[in-house]
C-alpha cells in the first residue's frame, strides 16, 4: 500500500469509528521549503475547530508492519487529546499596536520558499529571505505562530520598512542572542542521551575547540536569524578579533567558525550539504550555502 492509499484508507476507517455527523478529510499542508505534510481533519459537533492529524509518522510505523487497527487507535487517541485544547485568542491580531509587541523574525531560503514568498512581506538577504511572525502562544511545548502575509499588512496599514524595524527590535528583547560552544553542545546532548563518557567521547569532546560557536536564541526557534541583531557579530567579533564563516546548520541555529580555523573554505559548503541531507528535517533546512563575517567591514556575504 503505497503512501496516497494510506491516507484514503485511514480516512475511510476512520470515519467507522466517529459520531453522527462527524466530518473527516483529508488535506494537504505546504510547510518551508516546500515540504508537503499529509493528514486528516476531524471535526465533530461537539468542538468549535478542526483538528489535524498528520500521518507521516503513522505511515513509517505501518511500513514497519505495525497493524492497522492500532494505528488508528493511536489515531483516534491523538484526536481526543488535541480536540480538548483551548485555542488561544488572536483578536490582537486585528490591531497592529497589540500585534507588535509579539513580532520576531525569521530567515527562510528564497528560492525553496518562492510561491509562498509572493503573498509574504519580506526582505532578500542575500539568496534568503527575510520574513516576520507574530507568537500567539505555547501550546503542548510547541510554539503557534502566525507568519504575517500581505492581507495583514493591508488591515494594518503598515508599511514594510515599519513591520521589520519593529519585529527586529521586539525580537532582540523577546529572544535574545544566546551562544555556547560546540563543545558546550556536545556535553549537553550526551548528558541527555545518556551517552557513556568512554574514552571515544572523552577523545570527541576534547577536540572540540571551544572557538566554533553555536548560535541562537534562549528558546532555540528560529534561532538564525540572531545574524541580523544590531551589533551582536560585530561585538563577537571585535572581543575574539576574527572574521567569521557562518554556517546554516538549521532555521533555528548557525555555526561560527573563526576565520583562522578555516583552511579550505570551499569545503564548508560540502559539509553543510551533507549535514543538510543526512541530519536536518527538510523543513527546517535553512540553506547549503556558507557566510561570512567580515570584522572590518561589519557585513555579512555569501562565500
Not at 487507535?73 to 485555542?87: A, G, T, V
Not at 490591531?95 to 509574504?120: E, M, P, S
Not at 553542545?185 to 572540540?208: G, H, I, P, S, W
Not at 541530519?279 to 547549503?288: A, F, G, I, R, T
Request: glycine share 2%; aromatic share 10%; proline share 3%.
Amino acid at each position: 500500500m503505497d503512501y496516497t492509499q494510506f491516507i484514503e484508507e485511514i480516512c475511510q476507517r476512520a470515519k467507522t469509528l466517529v459520531s453522527e455527523g462527524t466530518q473527516i478529510e483529508t488535506i494537504r499542508t505546504e510547510r518551508n521549503n516546500g515540504t508537503l505534510l499529509y493528514g486528516i481533519t476531524i471535526r465533530s459537533k461537539e468542538c468549535n475547530w478542526a483538528p489535524t492529524i498528520y500521518l507521516e509518522k503513522f505511515y513509517i510505523d505501518y511500513m514497519q508492519g505495525v497493524q492497522m487497527d492500532i494505528i488508528l487507535q493511536e489515531i483516534m487517541e491523538l484526536y481526543e487529546e488535541k480536540k480538548n485544547i483551548e485555542l488561544p485568542d488572536i483578536a490582537f491580531m486585528h490591531d497592529y499596536k497589540k500585534a507588535k509587541t509579539r513580532l520576531a523574525l525569521k530567515i527562510v531560503h528564497y528560492g525553496k520558499n518562492r510561491n509562498f514568498l509572493k503573498g509574504i512581506p519580506h526582505k532578500m538577504f542575500w539568496n534568503l529571505a527575510i520574513i516576520a511572525y507574530c507568537r500567539v502562544t505555547e501550546i503542548k511545548n510547541a510554539q503557534a505562530t502566525i507568519i504575517i502575509t500581505n492581507e495583514h499588512m493591508k488591515m494594518w496599514r503598515v508599511k514594510k520598512e515599519e513591520l521589520f524595524k519593529d519585529a527586529l527590535r521586539n525580537a532582540q528583547e523577546m529572544m535574545p542572542c544566546h551562544i555556547r560552544t560546540m563543545k558546550e553542545v556536545l556535553k549537553e546532548f550526551m548528558k541527555d542521551e545518556e551517552a557513556a563518557y568512554n574514552e571515544q567521547t572523552r577523545e570527541l569532546l576534547e577536540k572540540q575547540s571551544n572557538a566554533m560557536l553555536i548560535m541562537s536564541n534562549h528558546e532555540n526557534f528560529y534561532g538564525a536569524s540572531c545574524i541580523l541583531y544590531d551589533g551582536v557579530l560585530q561585538h563577537l567579533a571585535d572581543c575574539n578579533k576574527t572574521s567569521y564563516y557562518i554556517l546554516p546548520s538549521s532555521v533555528h541555529e548557525v555555526i561560527l567558525l573563526p576565520q583562522e580555523l578555516v583552511e579550505y573554505p570551499s569545503e564548508l559548503k560540502c559539509m553543510v550539504e551533507e549535514i543538510n541531507r543526512t541530519q536536518v528535517e527538510p523543513e527546517e533546512v535553512l540553506s547549503d550555502d556558507v557566510y561570512f563575517f567580515d570584522r572590518l567591514s561589519g557585513k555579512i556575504m555569501q562565500v
